[in-house]
Each structure stands twice: as structure tokens, then as C-alpha cells.
């Protein structure tokens, strides 16, 4: 009787541990199919990664992420704080995958000479004018400035007709087919680029106003009409405007309709290329002083070559006067193309400005700072 009432309580230990080890088994195999019930926007929580960035993330639907005006409204309240960590850190952010059906940018420079020892004026012409830009050289330059103008006033206007011309965000190489490259956001658009020109011009003792209103959000088609009120109500407010720069930036398709960036690579950094657009009176517009335009141009298009070759891309010369008639000194500047990083076009609008700024110097007597 003692032999089966022990018999029996061993019998329980070992069924007891058999369950036991079953259960703890079951467990283990049920791990994955808990973790695929947690709730999507707990998985952030769970592996502490930092919510995506504007210049660092695309979207779900592949297109860079827009968020208004501010790209902070849109982003959970701590993103800024992890964004401003990372510039502080240095570390490049991580870009994202492509995402199904993308497309890789194709990357070229377009300047026409191949050795920057070799640097060129070199123009396209789309009119029926005849031009060398060599003799454009030797004209007198045609801009002046009124006494101590440099001082208090602005004498540079940089506006945006095409604010919302956007760019990839930092280290993307692709795009989807749908894709129409423009944003309300500031920070992904030329409007980003103009900051980076007024930030360095001023740096260089050469005061600026920036327009940072995009003129085609609205109405596209009415664009260069209210860039040009908005240019001439600065000019009305500060007499002391010489210069004003529109600054866009070039859409580069290929015949097979694959996207092309403009690329360089000038003191160890990537960078998008430049090309000043000139205006002219052929399709009619009052603009009998093109030449004077074109004169600025051509001086700063040797600049640009001396100082960073393989950063401009040719003088283009067209048929429309794009408001350049209220200024000798206007000029439209574009920067980078469609397929340009935000970083790579900030780069080139940097390089742009020092030159800029050097033919400012040479030409008004401005005191000339350390650049």
C-alpha cells in the first residue's frame, strides 16, 4: 500500500514537470505571433528608433515628406530634438530603402568642358541673336551703387517664383514614377536654397533681403506676375536694390524619361551644378536692355569658373525677359535639378554666393571679407 501511494506521487512530479515544460515551450513558439499582433505604432516605442526626419525619410507613398509651412508640425514633438542631436553628432542619417516601382536617378555634370583647367564661357543660345560671350567680357560693367548703400540697405533681392521647385531629400538616389518633385515645405524647396545665398552673401558683408514667399503655390500660370509685384514692391521700400536673383532650380529628363541630376564634385563634397538664365526682348516684352543683363552674367559666369570650375553649367540665353527688365543686375539662377539632394543644391547655392559676392566686391569697392 506504501509502495503505491509513493509510486503514485512520483508519478505526479513527473507529470507535473512534463506540463511545466510544455507550457515553457508554448511560450517560446507563441513569441512571434504576439509580436505580429502589437499595434504598428507601438513598434517605434518597443525598438526606440528615432521618428524620420524631413531631409531624411520618405514618405509611405515614396514622395518626400511635406509638412506646410514648418516641417515640425507635422512630426512627433521629440522629432526636432532628435534631429538637432544627429547635426550635433555629425552622423549621417540613414536613407531609407527605395520603395517598390522606384526609380534610380542618373547623375552627370553638365558643363561642356571635361577639365577644369580648362574652363570655358561657353552659352546656349535659344534666340535669334548673335552673341560672344567673350566680347561681353570687355563691356563696361553696367551696375552701380548709391554711396554707403552697403551699409544699412539691402542692395541684393533673392525671391522665389518657383517656390515650391523641390528637391530629394538628403541621401536619396530615387524617385517613383508619379513623383512631381514640388513641396509646400520650405525646407525641401529652393526657398532653402536662397537661405543658404543670404546667409553667406551677408557673411561676406553683402546685405540681402529674402523673399521667401512662393509665388506659384496659388496659381502657377500667374507666378512671374507676382514675383515681378513683389520685386517691385521691394524695389519702392529699399531704393538701394541692384541686384535681384530668382532663384529656381532645372527639371533634367532623359529621352527614355529617366531623371538626370546635375553633379560636380568641388573641394571633396558633391555638389549640384549652376546656370545663370538671361532674359531678352524676342517674344516681345519691353526689355530693350537685355545686353546689360547678359553683361553681369558673363562676368560672373567667369568667376564662377575661375573660383569653382565644373560648377557652372553654361550662360543660357532665352527668348522670354523673365522680369529681368527691372534690373540691369537680375538675374534667374538655377540651381541643381529635380534630382539634386537638398544637401547637394544647399552646396552649390553656398559656392554660387561666394562668387557672387566676389564680383560684388570687385565691382562696388565693397570692404572684401575672408571667404
Known sequence: MKWNVERRRALYKGAAVTVGVLLLCCSFLAVPYIASAIPAEFGSYLTEETPPTPLAALRADGKPYNAGTSSTDSLPSDASENESSREESDEPATPPEPPEGALTVFADSFCWYTDPAEATLDIINRTNYTVDLKEYLTRQYPVSLSPGSQEDEPIVLILHTHGSES???????????????????????????????????????????????????????????????????????????????????????????????????????Q????????????????????????????????????LYPTLARPVNLRSSAFNQALSPGALLVEVGSCGNTIEEAREAGRLFAISFATLLHKNHRIPTKSY
Open 167 to 269: 528637391y530629394l531629400p538628403a541621401g536619396v538616389d530615387y524617385y517613383l514614377p508619379e513623383e512631381d518633385f514640388r513641396s509646400d515645405d520650405p525646407k525641401e524647396t529652393v526657398v532653402s536654397v536662397g537661405d543658404m545665398i543670404a546667409e553667406t552673401l551677408e557673411s561676406l558683408g553683402i546685405p540681402v533681403l529674402h523673399d521667401r514667399t512662393m509665388h506659384d503655390l496659388m496659381d502657377f500660370n500667374n507666378a512671374y506676375t507676382e514675383s515681378r509685384a513683389a520685386a517691385r514692391e521691394a524695389l519702392a521700400e529699399h531704393p538701394t536694390i541692384r541686384y535681384i536673383l530668382d532663384i529656381h532650380r532645372d527639371s533634367i529628363f532623359t529621352q527614355n524619361n529617366i531623371c538626370e541630376k546635375t553633379l560636380t564634385e568641388i573641394d571633396g563634397k
Open 271 to 306: 555638389t549640384a551644378q549652376v546656370m545663370l538664365v538671361v532674359g531678352t526682348n524676342q517674344d516681345g516684352a519691353a526689355h530693350p536692355d537685355w545686353r546689360q543683363n547678359l553683361t553681369v552674367a558673363t562676368k560672373l559666369e567667369e568667376l564662377l569658373n575661375n
